[in-house]
């Protein structure tokens, strides 16, 4: 999507500025009319970018989107440009700023820039966040040559061992990811109704295989202190409950993604959770009632609306937990979060 929005020359020469003045770490830009606008200058006190990121904190604003310029060294090309775009800005603020994005890189000059990055969360823009941005890098890093010879000598090798490396699941990204023996071993027992009536996953990006997070026994009121408010997870939950006399124990598979999770984590589990549902359901025989998308921290009346929508299996409303109140819609609307109420998560 083009937007039609050029760089002003008052943007030009202060992007010339920084460039040429060790003594600024970088400049914010912002959309004026049709122009693109600099407003401030951010001083640097440090050789270290990390130490820098100090200065961002008080120019960040919860529904402000503005794009950040940002020295990483001094070199030709050693620069980043941010795209800030909290989700609490106006819907229209959102469009605006992403659309022109690019715009701004390729009106200062792309050889400028070795990253862009699009934010939505103040923090990814300090220290820590920006550490996981960086180990996330490392982690994506393309193999080398002789890297992928010997990863494919390495997998051909578990395969000769019976599988020993752990079974693989395919994704519609086309990459596929190990499962776990263990993970496989605690599935069937869910599937089983023996064991533990929580199994938590995780993916690990580094060794591309599906790890475990943890196990545990709750009831539906546990869950918010039980599954992680900080990283993504895929949560496969038998709920045993009563239900106008009958005892029923369906299988929910939870995926939540926390808003402060790094971009690259999103697109991996978004992108992945299909897999990860194929791979238990035709391999390992476990059957879901709901496949389920929640915002978390896990709170109350999230499955509230489910109940008696779409031939759903009844769900009691949840007690209050945690202290932040969400409100999930009915199963019938959240086509929109992902999830077929026919039973099936699209690609």
Do not use: G
């Given at each position: 999507m083009q937007s039609g929005i050029i760089a002003s020359q008052e943007l030009h020469s202060a992007f010339n500025s920084l460039v040429s003045t060790?003594?600024?770490r970088g400049l914010l830009a912002s959309i004026q009319g049709e122009t693109l606008v600099p407003k401030e200058t951010i001083p640097s006190n440090s050789p270290s970018f990390l130490d820098d990121l100090a200065f961002l904190s008080p120019l960040i604003l919860?529904?402000?989107?503005?794009y950040l310029i940002l020295r990483l060294e001094h070199a030709p090309d050693g620069f980043v440009a941010i795209t800030y775009v909290p989700d609490a800005a106006p819907v229209r603020q959102k469009t605006l700023f992403a659309s022109t994005r690019l715009t701004l890189v390729r009106e200062l000059g792309t050889e400028r820039f070795r990253e862009t990055l699009f934010v939505t969360e103040k923090r990814e823009l300090e220290r820590e966040g920006w550490e996981r941005h960086e180990q996330s890098k490392r982690v994506a890093a393309p193999l080398t040559e002789?890297?992928?010879r010997l990863k494919g000598v390495k997998d051909a090798e578990a395969e000769a061992r019976g599988g020993s490396g752990g079974k693989r699941a395919q994704f519609g990204t086309g990459a596929s990811l190990k499962i776990d023996g263990e993970v496989r071993r605690l599935l069937e027992d869910l599937r089983q109704g023996s064991g533990d009536n929580l199994v938590q996953l995780k993916i690990n990006i580094q060794s591309e295989s599906i790890e475990l997070a943890g196990t545990s026994s709750t009831s539906v009121e546990g869950l918010a202190g039980i599954v992680s408010d900080t990283e993504p997870r895929y949560s496969l939950f038998r709920y045993t409950h009563d239900f106008e006399g009958a005892q029923q124990s369906p299988l929910i598979?939870?995926?939540?993604?926390p808003s402060g999770s790094i971009i690259?984590?999103?697109m991996i589990y978004a992108s992945s959770k299909l897999g990860i549902i194929r791979a238990a359901e035709d391999d390992l025989g476990l059957e879901f009632a709901k496949k389920v998308p929640l915002p978390p921290p896990l709170s109350t009346s999230q499955v509230d609306n489910w109940s008696q929508k779409r031939r759903a299996f009844p769900i009691r409303k949840m007690?209050?937990?945690g202290t932040r109140r969400v409100t999930v819609r009915s199963f019938?609307?959240?086509r929109n979060h992902g999830v077929d109420v026919r039973g099936g998560v699209p690609s």
């Open positions: 060790p003594s600024q919860p529904t402000v989107p503005v002789e890297e992928e598979f939870i995926y939540t993604c690259r984590e999103r007690a209050d937990i019938q609307s959240d």
